[in-house]
């Protein structure tokens, strides 16, 4: 089945498609609203699917976790691709929040909005980190996404963003609930833990955090995955390694964090909420 529907060339092929249609300026906003809704939905139906290879993957995950009405936020958006997912998920009557501090990111999300109409995506062009105030972000020309707030990480211009905290944004917006929260800032996702205690308990969302390249973050950032998952423990949060072929399966420590390309997982696990979102993981959650 993985040679018939070769989904890795599919999702490469559909980013192709998705730049045209973006930059093709002459095409008319009646067919780049129609691609969009194909797009976000089709994205979302292809990772929901039980032949995706990646049984664990943040879109997968994203895909069948999400629900209409829901309420996303994306730390660390890049062009959108995850956002778009959320999107399908959410429908018109959801919410989506995306940050994302590189600027041509930010600008190719900006123009998605508009020309597929997702008038309930909400974008912040900003990073999200322990407290407001501003910090230096190293863009990287050569690798975009790995753009980060520590130059050793992949290089890049130093310039000034602003930066919020999710309990400072969430506070100011009344955003006090949320179902998914997605984390990926290039090795800076304890800061945003630390600036997201209040939210995390109030909100109880789930929680996606990247993980990899874990003796880079600790050289760099001086944490390790242990810092993470005292972090997501003390914020009441159920931690679980998500090695991508394998699903998703509960740890008591970082110690059981056995790929270095792998994610993490967390959910409140008390109460009716926390259990009724794990049942829509379905079989993603490993015996």
Known sequence: MEGILDFRRLVLLEHAVNKAVLDGHGLPGTLRGIYGALRSRGGRYVYASPFFPDKASPNVLIARLLKPGDVYIDVGANEGHMATIARAAVGRTGQVHAFE???SAWERLLAMREA?????????????????????????AEHPSSSSLMAGWAGGTPCERPMVSLDAWAAGNHVDRAELLKIDVEGAEAEVLK?????????SPCVILEIREAEKREELYGYSLGTLFDLLRDAGLTA??????????RISGPEEVTEDDADMFAVHLEGQRGKYLMERLGRLVAA
């Open 101 to 103: 501090p590189r600027t």
């Open 116 to 140: 597929y109409g997702f008038d309930n995506m909400h974008l912040y062009c900003t990073l999200v980190g322990e407290a407001p105030g501003s910090r230096v972000f190293h863009e990287c």
């Open 195 to 203: 600036g997201a205690r209040e939210f995390l308990r109030a909100a």
């Open 240 to 249: 679980f390694y998500c090695p991508r072929k394998d699903g998703l399966h």
